[in-house]
């Protein structure tokens, strides 16, 4: 059994090597920063293949990279693909926002998801089989402040992920929608902080947020459902969470 997990160099990506390999999958990690790729290679062994590859890049790049994977990892191999690597950069108002982050968010979270989407799908569409896991969040279904395009990217991977489905009846393949909550213990809102801890520490304060273990969990749980059932979208969030009223303002 082979998978390949983008956004393997930490938060759920790594977790989710984790448990997949401890499941017996032999797992193809991706993420940009090599050395930590290397350190969870020490860790995970030699069922863990790491490839240092920005998703973000041109379509063409991505596909000589994984052209070029050793028999073991090869690309028709592949049983499951966790479309995970993604992020939100910045938390200011639209009319403040950088536009190079939201550039960013688009090239990642959109372009790079369907880029290893449609490598992989062929190879899956012949073998009528496969399992691809898109990784959207809660900002891609409900709007709040400062959200604006890294929300408008989850709500696109969800509608992408439906639209797959819709393309793959009846060809036994796959495809899941994952959208969580607040989650802890990943480099998440360290990355859309800009490193800066206290912001970090502020947001998680008493939340007991939902963690990458539990991220693992779910990604295991519908894998191992059995091939005539699909699992469309799952919604989660931690217990502390919920639903906050529509503003409105006073003039
Ligand atoms: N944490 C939350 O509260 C939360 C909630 C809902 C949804 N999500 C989603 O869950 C996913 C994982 O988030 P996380 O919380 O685990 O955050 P994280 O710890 O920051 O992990 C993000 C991963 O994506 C990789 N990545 C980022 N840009 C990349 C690129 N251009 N090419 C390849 N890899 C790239 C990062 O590795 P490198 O830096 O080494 O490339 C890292 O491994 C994201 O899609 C995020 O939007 C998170």
């Not at 028709?76 to 693909?81: F, G, P």
């Not at 709040?144 to 439906?162: I, R």
């Not at 393949?173 to 502020?202: A, H, M, W, Y």
Request: proline share 4%; hydrophobic share 40%.
């Amino acid at each position: 059994m082979l998978a390949l997990v983008t956004g393997a160099s930490s938060g759920f990506g790594y977790h989710i090597c984790k448990k997949l390999i401890n499941q017996g999958y032999n797992v193809i990690g991706i993420a940009r920063r090599t050395e930590k790729l290397e350190t969870i290679k020490h860790e995970l062994g030699t069922n863990f293949l790491p490839i240092t590859l920005d998703i973000s890049e041109s379509y063409e790049k991505t596909l000589d990279k994984l052209l070029s994977l050793p028999t073991k990892f090869s690309l028709k191999e592949i049983d499951i693909v966790v479309n995970n690597a993604g992020l939100a950069l910045g938390l200011e108002p639209a009319y403040k926002a950088d536009i190079h982050d939201w550039y960013q968010m688009l090239d990642t979270n959109i372009k790079g998801l369907i880029s290893i989407t449609r490598i992989v799908l062929p190879y899956m569409e012949e073998k009528r089989d496969g399992i691809i896991i898109n990784m959207g969040s809660i900002a891609g279904s409900y709007a709040y402040p400062g959200a604006n395009v890294y929300g408008a990217t989850k709500a696109f991977v969800e509608q992408f992920s439906l639209n797959l489905r819709a393309d793959l009846a009846g060809k036994g393949v796959r495809v899941s929608n994952i959208e969580p909550g607040l989650c802890g213990n990943t480099e998440f809102s360290l990355v859309r902080f800009r490193g800066d801890l206290t912001q970090v520490k502020k947001l998680y304060d008493r939340t007991n947020p939902i963690l990458p273990e539990d991220i693992a969990n779910v990604v295991l749980w519908i894998a191992s459902q059995p091939k005539h059932i699909n699992i469309n979208r799952i919604e989660l969030m931690p217990t502390s969470q919920s639903f906050n009223h529509l503003q409105v303002t006073h003039n």
